[in-house]
């Protein structure tokens, strides 16, 4: 007779809850933390390079710890690409873009856009399965698109807050991070999140640095203050190695679906640490769009459970 496995305990739920809302709010920090580097004339290609080259010995040494060395050095070679492919789309190509687009606009507004992905994965999906969405997850869509709308301040034409060129940047990155999500939720079943984590995390560095150095050379890293090394190096630990591992392990013990939902936390943390550090201010309308998009959030990720299995 096949037994069912032990349910998780309440307690194990609440601190897998809370690591998801712990990194989701680290995470939305980054955008503050960007802006304090700006002012201290570090561009944002030198920027993304330096906190990828940080964070990458923290992320291998995890990996080797947690799996050992020989797990991960016999990872199957197409496994291996995907990741990198995946890092390479959406932590170089993606991270560009996003960390120009803070060169551009509010960091509120930029952690806001950002979470159009998941509407940009349904229709990914859509596409992939040549299916038209479900009516749940169409108006889901439409609540994140309107929300979007609202956000970057377009019922103002007169005061259009959000520079549009760097709106794009935003759902430019916005669309390489669900690929990212639609090939990590492949290959993750396969050879698991941490490694998986670490290949992308890794083919993405070496993509940053790279770039760096073809562009600009190694002169201008000489001439970072030390108060700048000291915010690249949290921004590369604690606001990339540490909440990449805790959204990883707090998705293990909730399950993706609650994940989502919890991690819906980023965006008020955002925007309440930008009106406290950066003076920022978002208008009625503009909280209106942000309330939107959560819910188009919680809506998309309620129907997903709601499906027949």
């Given at each position: 007779?096949?037994?069912?496995?032990?349910?998780?305990?309440?307690?194990y739920?609440?601190?897998?809850?809370?690591?998801?809302?712990?990194?989701?709010?680290?995470?939305?920090s980054?955008?503050?933390?960007?802006?304090?580097?700006?002012?201290?004339?570090?561009?944002?290609?030198?920027?993304?390079?330096?906190?990828?080259?940080i964070?990458?010995?923290?992320?291998?040494?995890?990996?080797?710890?947690?799996?050992?060395?020989?797990?991960?050095?016999?990872?199957?070679?197409?496994?291996v690409?995907?990741?990198?492919?995946?890092?390479?789309?959406c932590?170089?190509?993606?991270?560009?873009?996003?960390?120009?687009a803070?060169?551009?606009?509010?960091?509120?507004?930029e952690?806001?856009?950002?979470?159009?992905y998941?509407?940009i994965?349904?229709l990914?999906?859509?596409?992939?399965?040549?299916r038209?969405?479900?009516?749940?997850?169409?108006?889901?869509?439409?609540l994140?698109?309107?929300g979007?709308?609202?956000?970057?301040?377009?019922?103002?034409?007169?005061?259009?807050?959000?520079?549009p060129?760097?709106?794009?940047?935003?759902?430019?990155?916005?669309?390489?991070?669900?690929?990212?999500?639609?090939?990590g939720?492949?290959?993750?079943?396969?050879?698991g999140s941490?490694?998986?984590?670490?290949?992308?995390m890794?083919?993405?560095?070496?993509?940053?640095?790279?770039?760096?150095?073809?562009?600009?050379g190694?002169?201008?890293v000489?001439?970072i203050p030390?108060?700048?090394?000291?915010?690249?190096?949290?921004?590369?630990?604690?606001?990339?190695?540490f909440?990449?591992?805790?959204?990883?392990e707090?998705?293990?013990?909730?399950?993706?679906?609650?994940?989502?939902?919890?991690?819906?936390?980023?965006?008020?943390?955002?925007?309440l640490?930008?009106?406290?550090?950066?003076?920022?201010?978002m208008?009625?309308?503009?909280?209106?769009?942000?309330?939107?998009?959560?819910?188009?959030?919680?809506?998309?990720?309620?129907?997903?459970?709601?499906?027949?299995?």
């Amino acid at each position: 007779m096949q037994h069912d496995p032990p349910r998780p305990s309440p307690g194990y739920l609440v601190v897998g809850a809370l690591l998801v809302a712990g990194g989701a709010m680290l995470f939305a920090s980054k955008g503050i933390i960007a802006k304090r580097l700006y002012a201290m004339d570090v561009g944002f290609e030198a920027l993304t390079a330096i906190r990828a080259a940080i964070a990458m010995p923290f992320f291998w040494a995890f990996a080797a710890a947690r799996e050992g060395v020989a797990i991960v050095r016999a990872t199957r070679g197409r496994a291996v690409l995907a990741a990198a492919l995946a890092g390479f789309v959406c932590y170089y190509v993606g991270a560009l873009l996003d960390f120009a687009a803070l060169t551009m606009i509010d960091a509120s507004i930029e952690r806001v856009l950002m979470f159009s992905y998941p509407a940009i994965v349904v229709l990914f999906v859509a596409v992939q399965q040549r299916r038209w969405p479900q009516g749940p997850v169409l108006a889901a869509v439409a609540l994140t698109y309107v929300g979007i709308f609202l956000a970057v301040g377009g019922l103002d034409h007169r005061d259009f807050r959000a520079d549009p060129l760097g709106v794009a940047l935003v759902l430019g990155s916005a669309v390489t991070y669900a690929i990212y999500f639609m090939i990590g939720a492949r290959y993750t079943r396969e050879i698991g999140s941490s490694r998986f984590t670490l290949f992308a995390m890794s083919a993405a560095a070496v993509a940053l640095v790279l770039h760096h150095v073809a562009r600009h050379g190694v002169e201008v890293v000489t001439r970072i203050p030390p108060d700048g090394w000291l915010w690249l190096a949290v921004l590369g630990v604690f606001v990339m190695f540490f909440p990449a591992l805790m959204q990883a392990e707090g998705m293990r013990r909730i399950g993706a679906q609650r994940g989502a939902l919890v991690s819906t936390a980023g965006p008020p943390t955002t925007i309440l640490l930008a009106w406290l550090f950066l003076d920022e201010r978002m208008t009625a309308w503009q909280l209106g769009g942000v309330a939107l998009i959560v819910g188009g959030i919680l809506v998309l990720d309620l129907a997903r459970g709601a499906r027949p299995a």
